[in-house]
């Protein structure tokens, strides 16, 4: 699996794209803003879009939206409980004092348990309320796609609206504990780590 991380914007969201090496199949997962620095990482590897994928509705993680759907048509996919915020991107960010357009509504909602194939791989969908209510991660053999629920040594805030800590909690430990220890987890901002360290290290969860 071709695996791309770029961060983009001014809150530095990590956007990945994922691509079939047989069949240049991909997926963007978080396209959070610099739309035209996507498109050419893109072009670069001579990939296809098929789905672009919202891990939660927070405007830094989907505030290329428009213009990623606009050039590649792809399915715009996003969990129901999120999908309401999508039509609100410029009033969030403009609570932080920045800019971003509104995204086109969902054109497929994700639910626990879910699965997007592109090319010979498949991603598993898993509800992982508690930063947002419609949080989720994107899991496929030996890698976890976490958003904004787990990062390295930390989890994601729970103040902002539908957040809920004890949500969180639960997510990560019910949901993601239970994958194996050297699961890669790429995070919506900052570095990797592994499931593995998570349980061992992070204060959070201990």
Same mark, same amino acid.
């Given at each position: 699996?071709?695996?791309?991380?770029?961060?983009? &914007?001014?809150?530095?969201? $990590?956007?990945?794209?994922?691509?079939?090496?047989?069949?240049?199949?991909?997926?963007?997962?978080?396209? &959070?803003?610099?739309?035209?620095?996507?498109?050419?990482?893109?072009?670069? @590897?001579?990939?296809?879009?098929?789905?672009?994928? $919202?891990?939660?509705?927070?405007?830094?993680?989907?505030?290329? $939206?428009?213009?990623?759907? @606009?050039?590649?048509?792809?399915?715009?996919?996003?969990?129901?409980?999120? @999908?309401?915020?999508?039509?609100?991107?410029?009033?969030?960010?403009?609570?932080?004092?920045?800019?971003?357009?509104?995204?086109?509504?969902?054109?497929?909602?994700?639910?626990?348990?879910?699965?997007?194939?592109?090319?010979?791989?498949?991603?598993?969908?898993?509800?992982?309320?508690?930063?947002?209510?419609? &949080?989720?991660?994107?899991?496929?053999? &030996?890698?976890?796609?976490?958003?904004?629920?787990?990062?390295?040594?930390?989890?994601?805030?729970?103040?902002?609206?539908?957040?809920?800590?004890?949500?969180?909690?639960?997510?990560?430990?019910?949901?993601?504990?239970?994958?194996?220890?050297?699961?890669?987890?790429?995070?919506?901002?900052?570095?990797?780590?592994?499931?593995?360290?998570?349980?061992?290290?992070?204060?959070?969860?201990?």
């Amino acid at each position: 699996m071709i695996i791309k991380k770029l961060e983009v &914007g001014p809150i530095m969201a $990590n956007c990945f794209i994922l691509g079939c090496e047989r069949t240049k199949e991909s997926v963007v997962i978080d396209p &959070g803003d610099d739309g035209d620095q996507i498109l050419m990482a893109l072009a670069k @590897e001579a990939l296809k879009v098929k789905y672009l994928i $919202n891990t939660h509705g927070h405007f830094d993680h989907v505030g290329a $939206n428009k213009k990623m759907k @606009e050039v590649t048509q792809a399915t715009l996919a996003i969990h129901p409980d999120d @999908e309401p915020m999508l039509m609100e991107l410029s009033k969030s960010a403009s609570m932080f004092g920045l800019s971003a357009e509104n995204s086109p509504p969902a054109d497929l909602l994700l639910n626990h348990g879910d699965q997007v194939s592109f090319g010979d791989i498949t991603l598993e969908v898993i509800h992982t309320p508690g930063h947002s209510r419609g &949080g989720i991660c994107l899991y496929t053999k &030996g890698y976890l796609f976490a958003g904004d629920t787990l990062f390295k040594s930390s989890i994601g805030r729970t103040d902002l609206p539908g957040g809920d800590f004890d949500s969180l909690i639960a997510s990560i430990k019910t949901k993601l504990f239970r994958l194996p220890d050297d699961t890669i987890v790429y995070t919506g901002h900052g570095p990797e780590t592994t499931i593995g360290d998570e349980k061992r290290m992070n204060p959070f969860l201990r």
